[in-house]
Structures are given as structure tokens and as C-alpha cells.
């Protein structure tokens, strides 16, 4: 495969994208002040997707779009990106596109959702502590899937601030974990249009390319609640993400590329929400629009020739990941195997995994983490239908209130002890 991930996976792991499934406050609005609400996790048929912890005041970035020196975090491949990200040996002058190929994966990618980049500010470090308790076999660090909050940008600059305000916060999380950035949550896609949200691509590129060693390009992009236009946003951040120090440039007036950008690959996330089943809504089914059913959205858009996703975005993934909440869809226990299998069809040159899991239910996580990121490893009925073996896929699962759930001993320890299993590399 590329060179970004053939290094990547055999030394490290990657992290998951949450969404909501309504619409979020108008782009004007979000963000008035730098603090944020709480979480509320969840997507699909809850208005109320996670919202992610702003900062507390008084952090001060500069706004140029390019972003101070920070320590580099780890990344495969030969390091070589002077110009651009790209995806394949590192030497960006090439950009950050790559070939298409299949190949296959030497390492898993054992993630966790960081929606409070704040928090690897926090006295105690127990951000840090916590994603350095979790390197697996052969020193394979864990992916820290880092939520960019809507509205930090040069285009609504919420509470005063823009991307740049990330660079210590991501530095930080940098040394402890390869990192996965989000580029906008799917709750708040319909919030920029086409224009927004390719400069928003631009915005983050520039700042933050040294530190994050892949991007998710979209979260969650067939949602019901994203609105129009999805395919040709995600074609403008492929495109941003893809282009060499020339392409960017081009693309991005009034931003550069740093000298020291790294090596990187790209993701993107869809939305589980049950098998299309002809269009004919059923009980293991929990959308409201069938056009947007996975395996449908899937199909129209990335699997017809000529499609928009087709053309401009598949070819450029080096990962493909599926974000699901059981709360969302009624429980249902979805047999993962020939789901993946079908995404392994329409993307032969990506890896694949899940984006993002998990509950608001206090009394159900401990059996969540152990579900997916143990399930694989167990032979007990109620989770045969986690033991997905396509040959690409490398796990990810990115629990969304990882950050959250940090003081909760007992969800972290099932984190810890899925590292024993053999999927992860710790047993036989």
C-alpha cells in the first residue's frame, strides 16, 4: 500500500467522528463564546450529537493560518515533506495524493476520540498517562482521533479564535499518540458551504500539518442531518488535502504549506444505520430516507462510474471507517462481516475500520468497550458478529467520550485488557 500506511501500521496505531443527526445552530451563531457545552454523544435519530469542550479563555493564537513549531508526532514512511502531505513515500512534492492500491495491513489501529483537546492541558497530564498506558505489541502507540471544535476558523472565528489555537493542545496529545484529526464534525457540515468548508480544509492543512498524521476528511458524511452538497464538499477538502505545494497553493490563496509538513493519510467515515433492504424500512433498519442508507449512499456515490466519490475521493483514501451507536438503532447487532466485505469492494485501496462507538449510558459502557474492542477476540455468541476477517481491516473503534471517560477506571480497563487479546497482538 502507500507509503504513509504501510509504515504507519506497522509501528503505530490510528484513532475515530461523531456527528448528530440534525443540522447544528446557524454558522454565525456557533461558537459565540470560546466555552462549549458538554458532550452529549450519539448520532442518527438524536438532534443531540456530541458537541466538544471549548476552551476556558484566555488561550491565545495567532491567526495566521499557518501555526507556531510544535513537537512532531510519529509517522511512518521516510519524513521527507518538504511541500506537501503526501500520502505515499513522504516526499510531498508529489502532494498527499496516493495510488489506489490494495495491500495489506501489518498493524492495527487502536483509537480513542479526543472531543476535548483541552483536556491535554489539564494539571495531572492524565490525558498523556492514559494514552501511554494503552501502546500495544511492538510498541504500537494509539491513535488519538482529535475533534476540531465548528467555528474555530479565519471564517467564523469563534470566540476569537481560529486553528492555530490547536497547535500546543495537538503538540501535547503528539507525544503521546499518532493523531487522527476531524476535520468538522457532521453535525455542523451544513453550517459551511462548498466554499467554507474547502477553505476550512485549507485553514487546518496549513496550521496543523506538521503535528496530525492523518485527516478525516468527512464524519459521518451520509447522515440525514448534513444537509445538500455533502459529495462536492468532501471532493473540495479530497482535493485541498491531495494537492502538492503548487495545487495548494492554487486552491488556497493566503494560506502556505509549512516546510515541516508531514507525511499523511486520509479517511473518511460513513454512518451505519442499518441494510437498505430494498429501500423498505424494517426493523434492522433505522433511517428515514433511504437514499441515505449506508449501502446505498455507498453505492450511488462511490461505486457508479463517474460519481462524484468515484472520481475525486475514493482514490485518495487510505482509510475507510463506520461510525455506529446501537442506541441509535434500536440496539440492532448489525453481522460486520459482509458489511465490511462490501466496503472492501468499492475501496480496494484503503484500510478499514470503525470511526467512532459508543454510549451516553453510564451503566452500559464497560459492556460497550468490551463488545468492540474485545469482541473479536471472543468466542462467545453474543459477539460472533464482531469477528469481521477482511484481510484490511484494522479495528480503530475511536470510543467517542474517551476523553470523557478518563476518571471511570472501569472503562479504561477494558481498554487495557482488550490489548491481551490476539487482534490487538497480545496473545496467541
Not at 443527526?21 to 463564546?33: H, I, K, L, M, Y
Not at 467555528?151 to 469563534?158: C, E, K, T, Y
Amino acid at each position: 500500500m502507500r507509503g504513509w500506511w504501510g509504515g504507519l501500521a506497522a509501528a503505530v496505531a490510528l484513532a475515530p467522528a461523531c456527528g448528530g443527526s440534525a443540522p447544528g445552530d446557524d454558522a454565525t451563531d456557533v461558537r459565540e463564546t470560546a466555552e462549549v457545552g458538554d458532550d452529549d454523544g450519539g448520532t442518527g435519530g438524536d438532534a443531540d450529537a456530541p458537541g466538544d469542550e471549548g476552551p476556558d479563555g484566555g488561550l491565545d493564537g495567532d491567526s495566521d493560518g499557518v501555526g507556531d513549531d510544535g513537537e512532531d508526532a510519529e509517522v511512518g514512511g521516510d519524513g521527507d515533506a518538504d511541500d506537501g502531505g503526501d500520502g505515499g513515500d513522504g516526499d510531498s512534492d508529489d502532494g498527499g495524493g496516493t495510488d489506489g492500491d490494495a495491500a495489506e495491513v501489518a498493524g492495527r489501529i487502536f483509537g480513542g476520540t479526543v472531543t476535548d483537546p483541552w483536556a491535554a492541558e489539564a494539571p495531572g497530564g492524565a490525558l498523556g498517562t492514559a494514552l501511554d498506558g494503552l501502546v500495544g505489541a511492538g510498541g504500537r502507540r494509539p491513535t488519538a482521533r482529535v475533534v476540531f471544535d465548528e467555528g474555530i476558523d479565519r471564517i467564523f472565528r469563534s470566540g476569537g479564535l481560529d486553528a492555530s489555537v490547536y497547535v500546543p493542545l495537538v503538540g501535547s496529545i503528539a507525544s503521546h499518540a499518532v493523531v487522527m484529526g476531524e476535520l468538522l464534525d457532521s453535525l455542523y457540515v451544513g453550517d459551511y458551504d462548498l466554499d467554507q468548508y474547502r477553505l476550512r480544509a485549507c485553514e487546518y492543512r496549513a496550521t496543523l500539518g506538521h503535528l496530525v498524521d492523518s485527516w478525516e476528511i468527512g464524519n459521518e458524511v451520509n447522515g440525514e442531518w448534513l444537509g445538500s452538497g455533502v459529495l462536492e464538499k468532501l471532493a473540495a477538502a479530497a482535493d485541498v488535502f491531495a494537492a502538492d505545494a503548487a495545487g495548494f497553493a492554487a486552491a488556497c490563496p493566503g494560506f502556505a504549506l509549512r516546510p515541516d509538513e508531514k507525511a499523511f493519510g486520509l479517511a473518511l467515515t460513513f454512518y451505519y444505520n442499518g441494510p437498505y433492504d430494498g429501500g423498505v424500512p424494517t426493523a434492522d433498519n433505522c433511517w428515514s430516507d433511504a437514499s441515505h442508507a449506508m449501502e446505498r449512499w455507498v453505492d450511488d456515490g462511490f461505486a457508479a462510474p463517474g460519481a462524484l466519490g468515484t472520481e475525486r475521493i475514493a482514490p485518495v483514501l487510505d482509510l475507510v471507517l463506520v461510525s455506529y451507536y446501537e442506541d441509535d438503532c434500536e440496539g440492532l447487532q448489525p453481522e460486520w462481516g459482509p458489511v465490511f466485505d462490501h466496503l472492501g469492494e468499492v475501496f480496494p485501496g484503503a484500510a478499514l475500520g470503525f470511526g467512532e462507538c459508543g454510549t451516553q449510558v453510564a451503566g452500559s459502557k464497560v459492556a460497550y468497550v468490551r463488545r468492540y474492542y474485545q469482541g473479536m477476540d471472543l468466542p462467545d455468541a453474543e459477539f460472533a458478529n464482531m469477528h469481521v476477517d477482511h484481510p484490511r481491516f484494522v479495528g480503530g473503534f475511536f470510543w467517542w467520550y474517551f476523553s470523557d471517560d478518563l476518571a471511570d477506571a472501569d472503562v479504561y480497563g477494558g481498554f487495557v485488557e482488550a490489548l491481551s487479546g490476539p487482534f490487538w497482538g497480545g496473545g496467541p
